[in-house]
């Protein structure tokens, strides 16, 4: 199982903050594809821009930004957690 | 009231005056909406020449609305002009705001006096932040003063004095394993899970940048009510370089300046990812490994590099992004030329202004502003690897005659 969190700024679509998606083996991309079916076409339309990830969000695997892992074809493991961040850093 | 709401700076949906940092709409930031007619109606330059000699003196511009601020007395900080050092890199007309002098010694004061003032408006029961170390200090002072607990995250090994210098006022110092990104995931996901806490630069950020505006405030107070040509600004996030722009903006909204023509340059230690895009071209894309004795403006992911990279070219400016010996070097030149000793953010800013004038970028007759964002004494440790060591003698004039004067 792969264990999932949603900031708050979620919960106006999602209604949940913490989930667990079976979604062992599949990629990043592969587990929004699951999100988008569980909470409709808006979480979509909102999270992604022309096949890309809005810059405003940022999606940690086990606290590593997949930027720096392999993008949105990460493979998720069995007990991975998955967390969605808002981008604030620094100031 | 000063305040009508916050807006999301990317597709501009409205919220209600209260601690939300991101728009449930695109996820973008909040900003903070005033009733500009209600401002413009109850300041002054002369009700602001009036006032405290802090940052508080510009309240009626700021976003709270009580009339009792947690204060240090951050701000209205030395203003000076620096012949010395301008004759050495070929400016006339140099100025310096030195925010070494602020009650915790860097200009992090500004922000979270506002944002602590502004976490009791909204009743809050502690205060956090991630820090790459000068908000650590400032934050722990302003939560003592405000009878406050405080949570803050710093990456592992930075600077000891900024650790003492929080640890000392009570402050509950948690350091992470890994870079400053790091630490700001995990505070950000703790600020999350307790949203009756107050994280300055996360669930309190659309207030806690408005207190950096007063840096744009003074600049232009203390030249007479006039504005620079240049100002030359270090870069982090990038939210200092916005709020300076939106505080000469707010000044021409209420009148005291006829229109805001300043040009703002930004500095960033070099391979960082906002000077970078600025300078060479392309997207603010983020940087995981951060190889730069600047601590202080280390920060991988800049969550307002977008803004400040638009904001840079829409002014006509540009970024600079001095080598790490570049940068001790400016250090090294403004404490012998100006008689202050400058924390490394600092020494960024001041190569970065040579970079500019030598490429002619600035114009030798051009007023200029640089800030000096924090105090030497902050980062000692780097310093000491670049300077002389001191001369060893025993106590005998012979001695001294033929060591020293020889």
């Known amino acids: 199982m792969i264990r999932v969190k949603f900031p708050s700024a979620f919960t106006s679509i999602t209604k949940e903050r913490r989930i667990e998606v079976e979604a062992d083996g599949k990629t990043v991309g592969e587990l929004l594809d699951i999100l988008f079916e569980r909470y409709g076409s808006t979480l979509r339309e909102r999270l992604m821009k022309d096949g890309e990830l ?16 392999n993008g949105l074809q990460t493979e998720l493991k ?10 604030v850093a620094g100031g | 009231m000063r305040v009508i709401g916050l807006k999301c700076r990317v597709c501009g949906r409205e919220f209600p005056n209260a601690p939300l ?4 709409n695109c996820f973008g930031p909040l900003e903070v909406i005033y009733n500009w007619e209600f401002i413009a109606e109850r300041t002054s330059k002369e009700k602001v020449e009036k006032g405290p000699k802090s940052i508080w003196r510009y309240a009626d511009l700021l976003p709270v609305d009580t009339l009792k601020p947690v204060d240090l007395g951050a701000g209205y900080t030395r203003f000076i002009k620096a012949d010395n050092l301008g004759e050495e890199i070929g400016l006339k007309n140099l100025y310096l ?9 860097s200009f992090k004061d500004r922000v979270v006096s506002v944002a602590v003032t502004k976490a009791i408006e909204f009743g809050m029961k502690a205060v956090g932040c991630a820090s790459t170390g000068n908000l650590a200090g400032s934050l722990a002072a302003h939560a003592a003063k405000a009878k406050l607990p405080s949570y803050i995250f710093v990456p592992r090994g930075i600077e000891k004095n900024k650790i003492i210098q929080a640890v000392v006022h009570g402050a509950k110092i948690i350091e992470v394993e890994g870079t400053y990104d790091d630490a700001n995931r995990l505070a950000t996901e703790i600020a999350e899970e307790n949203p009756e806490w107050g994280f300055v630069n996360i669930n309190l950020r659309p207030y806690y940048v408005e207190g950096s505006k007063t840096l744009a405030y003074e600049t232009v107070e203390r030249l007479g009510w006039m504005t620079p040509d240049q100002v030359v600004v270090p870069m982090g996030s990038g939210a200092l370089l916005c709020a300076i722009f939106r505080g000469f903006t707010d000044l021409e909204r209420v009148g005291f300046i006829d229109d805001n023509k300043v040009t703002l340059n930004g500095a960033q230690p070099r391979g960082l990812p906002i000077a970078k895009a600025v300078k060479y071209g392309g997207n603010v894309e983020p940087v995981k490994k951060l190889e730069t004795i600047v601590h202080s403006l280390a920060i991988g992911n800049p969550a307002d590099g977008i803004f400040a990279k638009e904001i840079i070219k829409k002014t006509g400016g540009s970024a600079e992004d001095p080598s790490d010996e570049e940068t001790v070097e400016a250090v090294k030149l403004l404490a012998k030329t100006e008689g202050i000793f400058t924390e ?27 800030y000096l964002t924090g105090n030497g004494l902050k980062t000692p440790e780097v310093i000491l690897n670049y300077i002389p060591e ?3 003698i025993r ?4 001695e001294f005659e033929k060591v020293v004067v020889a």
């Open chain 2, 344 to 370: 490394l953010a600092g020494g960024v800013t001041i190569a970065a202004l040579k970079k500019l004038v030598e490429d002619g970028s600035i114009d030798s007759y051009d007023v200029v502003v640089a």
């Open chain 2, 395 to 398: 106590p005998r004039i012979e």
């Open chain 2, 390 to 392: 001191t001369i060893q």
């Open chain 1, 54 to 69: 809005v810059p405003f969000i940022n999606i940690f695997v086990n606290g590593e930004d997949i930027r720096y892992l």
């Open chain 2, 21 to 24: 940092y991101a728009c449930d």
């Open chain 2, 97 to 105: 705001l030195d925010d070494s002098t602020n009650p915790t010694y």
């Open chain 1, 78 to 87: 069995d007990g991975d957690e998955v967390a969605f961040i808002p981008a």
